[in-house]
Antibody, heavy 120, light 109 residues
Framework: QITLKESGPTLVKPTQTLTLTCTFS??????????VGWIRQPPGKALEWLAL???????RYSPSLKSRLTITKDTSKNQVVLTMTNMDPVDTATYYC????????????WGQGTLVTVSS | SYVLTQPPSVSVAPGKTARITCGGN??????VHWYQQKPGQAPVLVIY???DRPSGIPERFSGSNSGNTATLTISRVEAGDEADYYC????????????FGTGTKVTVL
């Protein structure tokens, strides 16, 4: 049974750096083809893909946010960490992590999401 | 960057068929995945690789993809199908990034 869960601050101030952790179980991020991605959704708006890290440490980022994002993995802890610098109120959103079975595929398992509010 | 366009809303009576489109340049050459999202919940995969259904998804959900349009079809619509639906592709031509559609709100009348 695959599960993912996001954790991190619920409130950050403008200009601060956001660090979110995705803790998962039921699969290994050292298995060929597997990836974990991050997707966010501002209140009342559409899903927006942010980043993904593959089993072989290949990393992909949204072109529009690439300069602000860093994604890393700790295979031994079954965790993926996303950092986003220079947070702004427009970054207020629910942030999801999700599992992908193979490169270029779909996201077949999702975490419950965590709401991050950016406000002073 | 690659753009996926969906109609903002689709309304359908119970028992009828809902069709949700996802438009993109030559989308027929890509694999399209569809997600259902109900209020306050995480998205759920309902169709992958254009027309495959994950275990547990009713046969009423089907998908197709050709030319510049992919379509999610919900047959014999039920009240429980009311949700937001998103298409998604992997854009291998541009830094191998993932793209989500603009989303469609399906309302069951």
């Amino acid at each position: 049974q695959i599960t993912l869960k996001e954790s991190g601050p619920t409130l950050v101030k403008p200009t601060q750096t956001l660090t979110l952790t995705c803790t998962f179980s039921g699969f290994s991020l050292s298995t060929s083809g597997v990836g974990v991605g991050w997707i966010r959704q501002p209140p009342g708006k559409a899903l927006e893909w942010l980043a993904l890290i593959y089993w072989d440490d290949d990393k992909r980022y949204s072109p529009s946010l690439k300069s602000r994002l860093t994604i890393t993995k700790d295979t031994s802890k079954n965790q993926v960490v996303l950092t986003m610098t220079n947070m702004d109120p427009v970054d207020t959103a629910t942030y999801y992590c999700a599992h992908s079975q193979e490169s270029g595929s779909c996201y077949d398992y999702w975490g419950q999401g965590t709401l991050v509010t950016v406000s002073s | 960057s690659y753009v996926l366009t969906q109609p903002p809303s689709v309304s359908v009576a119970p028992g009828k068929t809902a069709r949700i489109t996802c438009g993109g340049n030559n989308i027929g050459s890509k694999s399209v995945h569809w997600y259902q999202q109900k209020p306050g919940q995480a998205p759920v995969l309902v169709i992958y690789y254009d027309s495959d259904r994950p275990s547990g998804i009713p046969e009423r959900f089907s998908g197709s993809n050709s030319g510049n349009t992919a379509t999610l079809t919900i047959s014999r619509v039920e009240a429980g199908d009311e949700a937001d639906y998103y298409c998604q592709v992997w854009d291998s031509s541009s830094d191998h990034v993932y793209v989500f559609g603009t989303g469609t709100k399906v309302t069951v009348l």
